[in-house]
């Protein structure tokens, strides 16, 4: 009457076999993984497997080899208890033996108690590392798809004066100086916004050309990334809405239509308005954002030539900063034109270098931009032109920062061109949030922004968000507080924790407000 029922034990095997490869497919995944996310592969690895090809281009051969080897070094010990104890002799099967599994249940759950397992149970160092490194990767997998990522109880932990009360401090706009003191707004006819990938603050030494055009605009050394994922921190520059801990805006693309965007405000104002991406922009589900920006046109790595399309990712950079040059060339004034580079991207397979490495892929990009400007700075739409350089998020090269750690998360900030009066420098933390307020603020738009502040003010407050939690940065503190194991990481100063926890509370309630129909 079927196989299932005559040869139990075969079943049994099968369902083992595919099990063991699973476990073994996840753990070497996630030892590869870490290198580059820093966190534990949870069911955000996923979410990039809806563009395999873009997937597999963040991929080098050095990963593959690893995973194989990983793959092999977990097989041992499985064909090793196949071969000395497997084969012996085995009596069927009884369903007394089935009353195992609710001991096993219990142990897994962590106990019979109101608080289930958790990563904080196996949290035993100072040393994020050494904590991770205790999670079992499966587990964390598993468990990944059991948690409501956004949970407002697990948000809860002020009230809403309180709440107020924190971030009204944090972001407190008094006596900040105007922009017109910077920037002659009315000579602002036109904006170029350049997003160079994962370019860090840390890697200066490799980045002549932005180091010398920092010297020629306004340069903020201490700017730090809303998030550390591309769609993360383009969301927050284009709408003013923060990264978040487990999910984040485009994971419901309903939430997008209740934002403000700059860029739809751009385009409603006369601004001819563009975005140019050498790769494809349906990965990370980044053309959600861009059409619900109304960009006018959109360009990837479809409207190039095929024999420019050489990268894992798409076109290099040279190629799309000479796009761009001859694009807003040509472009009605106003415009407003928006370039994200890829070239800096593991695996960095870049050109003009054989060996694949991250300092050549800095080195490289870092050439384009400079190409870029001088020819820019000569043209004659320079003077009235407001040029933005920043980047999407931070790296943890070349120290192997932690994922938490604030330096991670700075990136480079300068603005220039003709509209700038004279170039300055500023050394306290600002908010990628501020970005937003800049575009909002020098081409006098209308946006409601509830997050973040002016680049100016200097008594500002400026949080970041990584998997597990969110960090604060200030003239006076640097404070991490780590959702998973509901606890601070590290403190420098009392009200630290507390503004940490606002500024995640108030995020996930207005999540929870923009999820309703």
């Not at 873009?54 to 064909?79: Q, R, T």
């Not at 370039?339 to 054989?354: A, D, G, M, N, V």
Request: hydrophobic share 40%; charged share 20%.
């Amino acid at each position: 009457d079927g196989i299932l029922f005559k040869n139990p034990t075969k079943v049994a095997d099968v369902f083992v076999y595919i099990l063991v490869i699973l476990q073994i497919v996840a753990i070497a995944i996630d030892s590869r993984i870490y290198k580059y996310w820093g966190f534990k592969i949870d069911r955000e690895f996923f979410s990039y497997l809806r563009n395999p090809s873009d997937a597999a281009a963040s991929v080098g051969s050095s990963d593959l080899l690893f995973f194989l080897f990983n793959v092999v070094l977990l097989l041992i010990p499985f064909w090793i208890y196949k071969r000395l104890i497997n084969n012996q002799p085995r009596s069927k099967p009884k369903l007394t033996s089935l009353l195992i599994i609710i001991p096993l249940f219990v142990v897994a759950r962590g106990g019979v108690g109101d608080s289930s397992m958790n990563q904080g149970r196996v949290y035993h160092s100072e040393k994020l590392f050494a904590n991770y490194s205790a999670i079992n990767p499966v587990w964390n997998l598993v468990s990944s798809y059991t948690v409501d990522q956004a949970d407002l109880e697990r948000y809860t932990w002020l009230k809403k004066e309180e709440v107020d009360e924190l971030l009204n401090d944090s972001w407190s706009s008094d006596s900040i100086n105007d922009w017109a003191e910077l920037i002659h707004r009315g000579s602002c006819k036109n904006m170029v916004f350049i997003m160079l990938e994962s370019f860090s603050s840390n890697l200066s030494a490799v980045t002549p050309e932005l180091n010398y055009w920092k010297t020629k605009g306004i340069n903020f050394e201490n700017h730090f990334s809303s998030g550390d994922r591309s769609a993360e921190s383009l969301t927050t520059m284009f709408t003013g809405f923060p990264a978040f801990t487990l999910t984040d805006v485009l994971d419901d693309t309903k939430r997008l239509k209740k934002l403000p965007n700059l860029f739809k405000e751009l385009n409603a104002r006369g601004f001819h308005t563009s975005f140019t991406y050498g790769g494809d922009v349906r990965f990370a589900n980044l053309k959600s954002l861009l059409l619900h920006s109304k960009f006018d046109e959109i360009y990837s790595k479809s409207v190039f030539d095929r024999n420019l399309n050489t990268s894992n990712w798409g076109v290099h950079d040279e190629h799309t900063f000479d796009f761009l040059y001859k694009e807003i060339n040509s472009a009605k004034a106003p415009f407003a034109s928006c370039l994200f580079t890829l070239s800096s991207h593991e695996p960095f397979e870049i050109p003009r270098y054989h060996q694949k490495d991250f300092t050549n892929a800095y080195l490289y990009s870092d050439s384009c931009l400079g190409d870029f400007m001088r020819k820019l700075s000569n043209s004659p739409i320079w003077d009235s032109t407001l040029v933005i350089v920043t980047a999407d998020h931070g790296t943890r090269l070349p120290h192997d920062y932690s994922v938490l750690d604030k330096e991670k998360f700075r990136t480079p900030l300068l603005i220039c061109g003709g509209p700038v009066n004279s170039p300055k420098k500023f050394t306290h933390p600002v908010s990628q949030l501020g970005v937003a307020h800049l575009i909002n603020e020098v081409f006098q738009l209308r946006s409601q922004l509830d997050y973040g502040c002016s680049l100016l003010n200097e008594s500002q407050s400026v949080f970041y968000a990584y998997r597990e939690g969110a960090g604060i940065v200030s003239s006076q503190c640097h404070q991490v507080f780590d959702v998973a194991t509901n606890r601070k990481i590290n403190s420098s100063e009392p009200l630290g924790e507390a503004k940490v926890k606002a500024y995640l509370q108030r995020i996930a309630e207005d999540m929870d407000e923009l999820s309703r129909n």
